[in-house]
């Protein structure tokens, strides 16, 4: 025994019904996906990360350093190897330290 209310026991009238609200819901859908388009469209931009700022300043810095002293590093080289060259191990700890401090 099938109950007939508000006559939506026809099948037609109830896939009528379902297909209307799928195209009304499509067509919301589409007039928010191509209204999202058009403000996003005018306003292109571009921001680089804190780590990608850091790092800009990194090789800003090191294409401005100097040269190598080649003759310090011969000289410390020829210390080495005569054993005159000695370690203060206060200044190699507190140099270690500031470096540390300074990568953060």
């Known amino acids: ?17 379902l ?21 996003s469209a005018g306003k292109d931009s571009v921001s680089l990360t804190p780590q990608a700022q850091q790092l800009n300043e990194l090789q800003k810095k090191s294409n401005d350093a100097p040269a190598v002293d080649q003759k310090k590093i011969d000289q410390l080289k020829k210390a080495i190897a005569n054993g005159e060259y000695k370690v203060n191990p206060e200044k190699l700890a507190a140099s270690i330290a500031n470096f540390e401090f300074k990568l953060g």
Do not use: F, H
């Not at 609200?21 to 191509?34: F, G, L, M, R, Y």
């Open 19 to 39: 297909d209307q609200q799928v195209q009304v819901k499509q067509q919301a859908t589409q007039n928010a996906a191509s209204s999202e388009q058009g403000k």
């Open 1 to 17: 025994m099938a109950i007939n209310i508000n006559n939506l026991s026809n099948n037609n009238q109830v896939k009528q019904k």
